[in-house]
């Protein structure tokens, strides 16, 4: 006795199985590749629908094109419903229980369950490589962490007067065309005078002097390729400051420094870099939340944008802080190494820097609930994640222009009983006013993934009260919403990224007490790295769409 089944054009999508391409099925235990006879071939046009293959009752795998084992059960009565076949996905599904779950999770679970196959990474290729119209994050990765040899970069120091060993000085100001700004929202610090430089106004936050606005900076983040053997980083500064630049050296973006270069100066500063030899490089520079003057470089030099790489917007709370990372007072911590650093570092991605610190979904950064059309009154006027004006400037970065892969939240523990009645936090009111950010960022995007990632776990503040109870309303919503991709759970009461209490001052033995600086609740340079690598980690199989990942749409 045979069993009727049905193979749709869904499977064959997901292995990549062309027309003309043979589907070979085999007992389970025998390589289905080996097998000469029952099989069938794909006709060559599957768009209209299905064919299908007469299977006996049992165990069996099936073999797409030479590429794809994948284990499925052949029942021994037809289906009582239809025309009694049953369809190749519906038996795969049946096989691995979870019938809910998307083709990509069906054959990865599928993969995953069998006992004593030989079934290796051919599959998990396939899968990769399938046009599912999704891929993981990770895959676009493009680590920065390697350090760049001093053959290559012979001098980077920091001068405090214009360098004097040019031929012919040109400058590349800000506001040229020949830099690459993704993620940047770049203004001239005087309106009408760009001479002067500009700042990076991507957070939204700004102080005002009567009745102007002054918009608070961010950390600036250019890119460019540089055909030349000299260049210097012109900004004014403001006593201390630091900046990283990154290279391109043998095909990989390499760290100038092994850590940020520190300096401390107020007036016009230099970065001075000097290469053994002119070459064409893609050239990335960090700098603080400074004045951003010039690329300065011989007039025969060549400087012009660099391609495009995957953008995310980030948001949340000061764990995000966009003006910089600098923790005064503790063993080491720089502006331009904070978790978002650390996040650039593993993953080569360009960011747009929009949290506000002391905020949280519910907190405006006063310590109280704030409203989501207007902003706080103190000094900074800031407002919560979801706020109208937050969301403006969100909106900077989203779309088919700036084609982002993903949207990151973060936090946080500045939510607490805001959530609920004050005290005590509501489940219920974190879900409701996290799916408000939600839609607010999927109506003026609807291709980008959004990420939410937990509550901080400071202070051991994972197992029980208020911020573990909003950790379960930002995780329903994040699960709820058509574009949520994941959720990254950093105050999982179970494996909390970080157990214990303290800081790097105090006499403690826990894990956070390496990773806080001296205010006793931000990380220091140790912490950020830690963080932003967990968050990459985490994140990296969260799935994108297909074409925003390519920047096609």
Not at 122 to 136: K, N, Y
Not at 225 to 245: P, R
Not at 449 to 471: K, L, M
Not at 482 to 492: H, K, L, S, T, V
């Amino acid at each position: 006795m045979t069993t009727l089944i049905t193979i749709k054009d869904t499977l064959l999508n997901i292995a990549g199985a062309a027309a003309g391409e043979r589907l070979r099925f085999a007992p389970r235990g025998i390589s289905a590749s080996t097998m000469s006879t029952n099989y069938v071939d794909v006709p060559s046009d599957t768009s209209t629908g299905a064919f299908t293959a007469q299977l006996q009752p049992g165990q069996a795998m099936v073999s797409i094109g030479h590429r794809t084992s994948i284990p499925f059960t052949v029942p021994s009565t037809p289906k009582t419903s239809g025309d009694g076949s049953y369809t190749l996905w519906e038996l795969i599904q049946a096989n691995v229980q979870i019938p809910a779950a998307t083709p990509a999770q069906v054959i990865q679970q599928a993969v995953a369950s069998q006992v004593g196959s030989a079934v290796t990474d051919q599959v998990s290729e396939a899968i990769e490589e399938a046009d599912l119209g999704q891929v993981p994050l990770r895959t676009l990765y493009r680590p920065m962490t390697d350090i760049i040899s001093s053959s290559v970069l012979t001098t980077d120091q920091y001068l405090f007067a214009a360098p004097s060993d040019y031929t012919n000085l040109w400058g590349t100001r800000w506001d040229s065309a020949n830099y690459n700004t993704q993620g940047q929202n770049l203004i001239p610090v005087t309106a009408g005078t760009p001479a002067s430089g500009c700042i990076n106004d991507s957070s939204g936050r700004y102080t005002t002097s009567g009745s102007s606005k002054i918009p608070f900076g961010s950390v600036i983040d250019i890119e460019f390729i540089f055909t030349g053997d000299k260049l210097d980083i012109m900004m004014q500064t403001f006593g201390y400051f630091d900046s990283q630049v990154y290279i391109e050296d043998e095909g990989r973006m390499k760290k100038a420094k092994p850590l940020p270069l520190a300096g401390n100066y107020s007036g016009y500063s230099y970065r001075s870099l000097r290469f053994a030899e002119i070459a064409t490089r893609r050239i990335r520079v960090v700098m603080p939340a400074v004045y951003f003057v010039q690329i300065m470089h011989e007039r025969s030099a060549i400087l012009a944008p660099s391609p495009d790489r995957p953008l995310i917007v980030t948001t949340g709370d000061s764990y995000f802080e966009s003006c910089g990372a600098y923790n005064s007072g503790s063993a080491r911590s720089f502006v331009t190494y904070g978790m978002i650093d650390a996040l650039i570092e593993a993953t080569g991605f360009a960011v747009a820097r929009c949290a506000q610190g002391g905020t949280g979904y519910f907190n405006d950064g006063t310590g109280a609930a704030g409203s989501l059309t207007a902003v706080a009154s103190n000094t900074a006027h800031t407002s919560p994640f979801g706020s109208a004006p937050r969301v403006a400037y969100y909106g900077k970065f989203l779309g088919s222009v700036a084609k982002p892969v993903a949207v990151l939240v973060n936090g946080t523990c500045n939510d607490g009983g805001l959530s609920g009645d004050g005290t005590n936090a509501s489940q219920a009111g974190m879900q409701t006013r996290v799916t408000a950010l939600l839609n607010a960022i999927a109506a003026r995007d609807p291709k980008v993934g959004i990420v939410a990632i937990g509550p901080e776990p400071i202070n051991d503040s994972y197992g029980s009260g208020a911020h573990a109870t909003n950790r379960l309303g930002i995780q329903a919503a994040i699960a709820a919403h058509a574009q949520g991709i994941g959720f990254a759970d950093a105050n999982n009461p179970t494996t909390p990224w970080w157990t214990g209490t303290g800081y790097e001052k105090s006499v403690s033995t826990s894990q956070q007490a390496q990773m806080v600086g001296a205010d006793q609740i931000h990380p220091n340079w140790f912490g950020h790295k830690y963080y932003g690598s967990r968050i990459a980690a985490a994140i990296g199989d969260f799935r994108v769409p297909k074409d925003r990942a390519e920047r096609a749409a």
